[in-house]
């Protein structure tokens, strides 16, 4: 068990429709970090969060959008889905944000779009 | 930005043999290495990392070579089990971290 927890664990639901995904970092890390990784591609980099602030975006549609609270969770917001949307989305946390510290990820939330 | 790419995609061995996996980066100011190993349908888990200032390192059965003047990593696992089989990703940060797109371990028993 990493200690970074991802809800839920798996999600169905309609194309246009909105989802949110929820993850809560390992005890002491203060950055979230969000992948997607669809069939048999890779971990695509989405948008990381430090301490409440967004850090670095990468490939994150207009149609997502992420925050991270006081508490240090953080939810992955998707709306307007589409079937391409599909996908494994790992949320990831570390201890301060910088990128040669470890990484450590979540279980996982299983989207599927239909 | 970064480029990662990691080769091969596939890997088939026999039990009790060597498995090497090799990535390369394009941004020299890369200084951390970590990989990854997935199993179907689990998260990635770290399995071993090397730093910008270090050459090589050990954990049992696995090791982590960098090689910093021509931009590659390796992933070396000795005396495969069948439990090694997943999927292996390396990866390359400075501001961010890049992921290769992994490569399928297949230990034949």
């Known amino acids: 068990d990493s200690g970074v927890t991802q809800t839920p664990k798996h999600l169905i639901t309609a194309t246009g429709q909105r989802v949110t995904l929820r993850c809560s970092p390992r005890?002491?890390?203060?950055?979230v970090y969000w992948y997607q990784q669809s069939l048999d591609q890779g971990l695509q980099f989405l948008i990381q969060y430090y301490n409440g602030e967004e850090r670095a975006k990468g490939n994150i549609l207009e149609r997502f959008s992420a925050q991270q609270f006081p508490d240090l969770h953080s939810e992955l917001n998707l709306s307007s889905l589409e079937l391409g949307d599909s996908a494994l989305y790992f949320c990831?946390?570390?201890?301060?944000?910088?990128?040669?510290?470890?990484?450590?990820f979540g279980s996982g939330t299983q989207l599927s779009v239909l | 930005g970064e480029n990662v790419e990691q080769h091969p995609s596939t890997l088939s061995v026999q039990e009790g043999d060597s498995a090497v996996i090799k990535c390369t980066y394009s941004?020299?100011?890369?200084?951390?290495f970590p990989w990854y190993k997935q199993e179907l349908g689990k998260r990635p888990q770290l399995i071993i990392d090397?730093?910008?200032?270090?050459g090589e390192k050990k954990d049992q059965r696995i090791a982590v070579t960098l090689n910093k003047t021509a931009k590659h990593f390796s992933l070396h696992i000795t005396e495969t089990q069948p439990e090694d089989s997943a999927v292996y990703f390396c990866?390359?940060?400075?501001?961010?971290?890049?992921f290769g797109t992994g490569t399928s371990l297949t230990v034949i028993p």
């Open positions: 990831a946390s570390s201890v301060g944000g910088w990128t040669n510290e470890k990484l450590f």
């Open positions: 941004d020299s100011a890369s200084n951390y």
């Open positions: 005890s002491g890390d203060l950055s």
């Open positions: 990866a390359a940060s400075k501001t961010q971290f890049y």
């Open positions: 090397i730093r910008s200032n270090v």
